[in-house]
């Protein structure tokens, strides 16, 4: 029965399909040992650089250079004092479907920014959708359209449970790919600041050493992060490979942060039971594919519905066991005032930031 997914796990090979442990074309041994998830790195990250190059006249030569060197991007100042201000206000008097994650002692909660939500956070969409911001989101992705969007916001020391598995340095999947964090608060030691290993997003020979014997580990026995395609790495191979470690990008509120999470990265720790807010933004496309697209709203509104329709499904296939899906909808945005987190019980997701 396994077998008669072959044709659909060879498809994949040529997408972003990363986990080696429900394509076990990605997963085998023997062809990793043979080579092939090193021939998807190179080969993908050859077709997202072009991608990037091909988008690069929105942003200025020394923002260029700086993401291609370093892997990320800081920008001060985004908005006005005024706009800003609005923005703080809009985000807090909302009140539109959140939907809530849990990992480790962490809780995300986020708001989607889609259509349905124009009207009622328009300073939010009118910042995300500003040339400037739009130009390096573009650029960064790879990809000719705009990201996927949310308000985040980030709850540390939320729940009883292990460490958050976002604060282990890992690399998000084999090939670029751009997250940007649009931060409404100050974040410092106390909540938890963006940690990223500079230039640890280039293909050295040392990387790609450590991704083949990394990806026949993975075959063999592997944590259950890694075996999904987002690799954990150790402070040790870090130093091997010749860096020093993260850097924490402590920035005050009105900072975009932009990085290729292909680049080793983490959630900061936090040193307080603490929140941060952002607009926290998404852009992952088939790195095989050598045309950025065209920017039109109908992708859009399609990419939106698409992502809708897929939490929905995720909603129902986790009401058939009576559970709830990794990120399930609550009643309620819970404060720092709260004396005890009440929501749901603890799942678990792969997929976060
Ligand atoms: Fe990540």
Redesign the pocket.
């Known amino acids: 029965m396994k077998y008669a997914l072959f044709p659909l796990w060879l498809l994949q090979l040529l997408t972003q399909a990363k986990s080696f442990k429900s394509n076990r074309i990605i997963g085998n041994l023997w062809l990793n040992k043979l080579g092939l998830h090193v021939v998807r790195i190179i080969l993908s990250h050859s077709i997202m650089h072009l991608r990037m190059r091909m988008l690069s006249r929105g942003v200025t030569p020394e923002q260029r250079q700086h993401f291609f060197k370093h892997g990320y991007l800081v920008l001060d100042n985004v908005l006005p004092a005024i706009e800003f201000e609005a923005i703080k206000r809009e985000v807090a008097e909302v009140n539109a479907e959140v939907r809530e994650c849990i990992q480790g002692d962490t809780l995300t909660h986020r708001i989607v920014l889609d259509e349905g939500t124009s009207e009622s956070l328009s300073q939010c969409h009118s910042m995300l959708r500003d040339k400037t911001i739009l130009n390096i989101h573009k650029f960064g992705s790879g990809k000719n359209n705009v990201p996927v969007s949310y308000i985040q916001t980030i709850k540390n020391h939320f729940v009883d449970g292990p460490s958050d598995p ?1 604060k282990n340095l ?3 999947t084999f090939h670029p790919t751009m ?1 940007s964090w649009y931060f409404l608060d100050n974040v410092d030691d106390d909540n938890g600041p963006f940690n990223y290993v500079p230039g640890s997003h280039r293909l050295s020979l040392s990387r790609l050493k450590w991704e083949y014997k990394k990806s026949i580990a993975i075959c063999n026995d592997g944590d259950r992060y890694s075996s999904n395609g ?1 690799f954990r790495i150790t402070p040790e191979d870090l130093v091997e490979m010749g860096f020093d470690g993260p850097i924490a990008l402590k920035v005050p509120g009105n900072t975009l942060v932009m990085a290729n ?1 292909h680049g080793f ?3 900061g720790d936090a040193r307080l039971r603490s929140m941060r807010t952002e607009l926290w933004s998404i852009s992952r496309s088939n790195p095989f594919n050598p045309f950025p697209g065209i920017d039109l709203p109908i992708m859009t509104k399609l990419q939106n519905k698409a992502l809708s329709l897929h939490r929905q499904h995720c909603d129902r296939k986790a009401a058939k066991t009576g559970g709830h899906s990794s990120w399930h909808i609550v009643e309620s945005r819970n404060t720092l005032e709260d004396s005890e987190y009440s929501g749901s019980k603890s799942s678990t997701s792969s997929e ?2």
Request: overall charge positive; hydrophobic content about 15%; charged content about 35%.
């Open positions: 976002q890992h690399s998000d997250k987002s999470t990265h983490r959630r976060a930031a």
